[in-house]
C-alpha cells in the first residue's frame, strides 16, 4: 500500500511556503498528500528555530508525533527547517525516535530521502554544512496550504542585514533573489488557478533584486505584477524602513492591485538601541517613517514590530519608544522580548534588562497600541470598502479587508452576504463597529 505523507508547519508564512515546495515534489513523485497529519502514514513537521518559544513549540510537536508514531499512529516521523538546519549535530541526539532529518537547501531531496528510509538505510541525515545558498521555484504553484482564496509569494531568501539579535542569516544564508520571470511566472499561475490576494513576503522583501547588480529591483517585479490581468490585491510584508523609494510609493498610490498597506518592522526608535542593534541604517528613515509615508500616500496602513528589552535598553531609551509609538499611531503593530540567540552579536552583549522588566515593557507598549487601535477603529465605523470573503460559518462571513493582512491583523465579520457568494468573491461592505483587533461589516453598497 502506498505511503502517505502529512504536513505539519511551524513558524512563519515564509516556512509554509517551504511546505508547499516539499509537497509539490512528492506529488511530482506520485506520493500521496495526508488530508490531515493524524492520518498520514508519515509526518513531516517543517520547524522554526527563530528564538526560544519556537523552538520549545516545535520540540513539543516532534515529540508528540513520536508519540503518536510509538502508539502505532504512523510509521515515521520527518523533521526539516530552520530548527535542522541550526542545530544540526544536535537534532540526532535530541531526538533519537525521529527517522530523518532534511535541510533548508534539500527540499528537493525529499523523495529520495523517503527511498532511503523504504530501503532502511542508515537515519537518513540531508543537511549541508555551511550556509545554505540555493533558491526554489514551486513544482506545483497552485498547491498552497493557506487554507483560504491567497497565498504567500516569496521572492528571495536570506538576509544581508545582520541585526544583532537575529538568527535568520545564520540559518537561512546571505540574500539570495529569485528572477523575476519565476516570480511572475507562479504569481500568474495563483491569479488563473483562483487566488485572490497575493502576500509577496522574503526575509527583506524591498531588497529583492539588489544582488543582481540592479538589473531587477521591488519596483520593477511589482509593476510586472501589476500588469496581469484579474481581480486581485497585492500586499508587501517584511520590508526594511529605509528600502520604502519614492518610486515603490508612487507604485502604491496609483497600481490597480497593489493595496495601500506597507508591514515595516521599526524594531526601535532610540538611536543608540538601534546603533546597538545594528540597525544604523534605519535610524533616520525610522524617525519620521509614518509622517513621510501617510503625506505621500494618505490612507496608508502601517504594520510594524517593536523589540524590548534589548541589552542596554533604560527607561529613558524605552519611554522614547513609548513616546514614538503614541506619535506614530500605527495601524498594526507587534511587540517582542529580546531572546539571547546563540551566533548573534547579541548573545553575550552585557546590561540585558532582567526579563521581567522586559515583560512589563512589552505590555506598557501593547496596552498603549490598544488604545490607538480602538481610536483608529472607531473612525472606521460608517466606512465603506471593498473586502474578500475568506469564510462562512451560518449566515455570517468572515472577510478580510485591505486593511488587513493574513493571521496578524484580525478579521472582519460580514452580516448579509448574499447566499450565492463563495469564498473568493469579493463584496462591497459597510464597516459598523469593532470587538477587540476585528472589524465588524454589514454587506451593501
Known amino acids: 500500500m502506498a505511503e502517505s505523507v502529512g504536513f505539519i508547519s511551524l513558524g512563519c508564512a515564509k516556512n509554509l511556503v ?16 495526508a488530508a490531515a497529519p493524524e492520518q498520514a502514514d508519515i509526518i513531516l513537521i517543517n520547524t522554526c528555530a527563530f528564538i526560544d518559544i ?26 526539516a527547517g530552520c530548527m535542522v538546519q541550526r542545530y544540526r549535530e544536535r ?3 535530541a531526538f533519537p525516535d525521529v ?12 523523495v529520495t530521502l523517503l527511498d532511503d528510509l523504504r530501503q532502511e538505510c542508515a537515519k537518513p ?8 545558498v540555493k533558491l526554489f521555484d514551486p513544482i506545483y504553484p497552485t498547491l498552497l496550504f493557506s487554507g483560504g482564496p491567497f497565498a504567500y509569494l516569496k521572492i528571495s531568501e536570506g538576509c544581508n542585514h545582520r541585526c544583532a539579535y537575529c538568527s535568520i542569516p545564520n540559518i537561512r544564508g546571505s540574500f539570495r533573489s529569485r528572477t523575476t520571470q519565476s516570480v511572475y511566472n507562479e504569481a500568474a499561475a495563483m491569479v488563473l488557478s483562483g487566488v485572490r490576494e497575493l502576500n509577496v513576503i522574503s526575509q527583506d522583501t524591498l531588497n529583492y533584486g539588489s544582488d543582481s547588480g540592479g538589473e531587477s529591483r521591488i519596483e520593477q517585479l511589482l509593476e510586472q505584477l501589476d500588469a496581469l490581468d ?15 523609494s519614492d518610486a515603490l510609493l508612487d507604485l502604491l498610490a ?21 546603533h546597538a542593534m545594528n540597525r544604523a541604517h534605519a535610524v533616520e528613515a525610522t524617525q519620521n517613517l509614518t509622517e513621510r509615508l501617510r503625506t505621500c500616500i494618505p490612507g496608508l496602513v502601517l504594520r510594524t514590530t517593536c523589540l524590548v528589552g534589548f541589552p542596554g535598553e533604560t527607561d529613558s531609551h524605552f519611554e522614547h519608544l513609548l513616546q514614538y509609538v503614541q506619535r506614530s499611531r500605527f495601524d498594526h503593530l507587534g511587540v517582542f522580548v529580546f531572546s539571547p540567540e546563540e551566533g548573534t552579536a547579541a548573545f553575550d552583549m552585557d546590561n540585558v534588562p532582567p526579563l521581567e522588566v522586559a515583560e512589563r515593557r512589552r505590555d506598557e ?5 490598544r488604545d490607538i487601535v480602538r481610536k483608529r477603529l472607531a473612525k472606521l465605523r460608517g466606512a465603506r470598502e471593498k473586502l474578500l470573503l475568506l469564510r462562512r460559518r451560518g449566515n455570517i462571513w468572515k472577510g478580510r479587508l485591505p486593511r488587513q493582512a493574513p493571521e496578524v491583523d484580525g478579521e472582519t465579520v460580514v452580516a448579509g452576504v448574499p447566499d450565492s457568494a463563495q469564498p473568493g468573491d469579493f463584496v462591497p461592505v459597510q464597516i459598523t463597529g469593532f470587538n477587540g483587533y476585528d472589524l465588524k461589516a454589514q454587506y451593501g453598497e
Open 18 to 33: 517551504d511546505s508547499q515546495i516539499m509537497a509539490g515534489y512528492l506529488k511530482s513523485g506520485q506520493i500521496e498528500l
Open 54 to 79: 519556537a523552538r520549545e513549540e516545535a520540540a513539543e510537536v516532534i515529540l508528540s508525533a513520536c508519540a503518536h508514531k510509538a502508539a502505532g499512529g504512523c510509521s515515521r516521523v520527518i523533521v
Open 91 to 93: 537534532m540526532t541526539q
Open 99 to 110: 527517522d530523518a532529518f532534511l535541510g533548508i537547501d534539500e527540499l528537493d531531496q525529499i
Open 125 to 132: 541525515v540531508r543537511v549541508a554544512k555551511g550556509e545554505p
Open 230 to 244: 484579474g481581480d486581485f490585491w497585492i500586499r508587501l510584508l517584511y520590508g526594511y524602513p529605509s528600502s520604502v
Open 254 to 274: 496609483d497600481s490597480r492591485h497593489l493595496v495601500r498597506y506597507l508591514d515595516l518592522p521599526v524594531q526601535h526608535s532610540h538611536p543608540d538601541i538601534l
Open 365 to 369: 507598549l501593547l496596552r498603549v497600541q
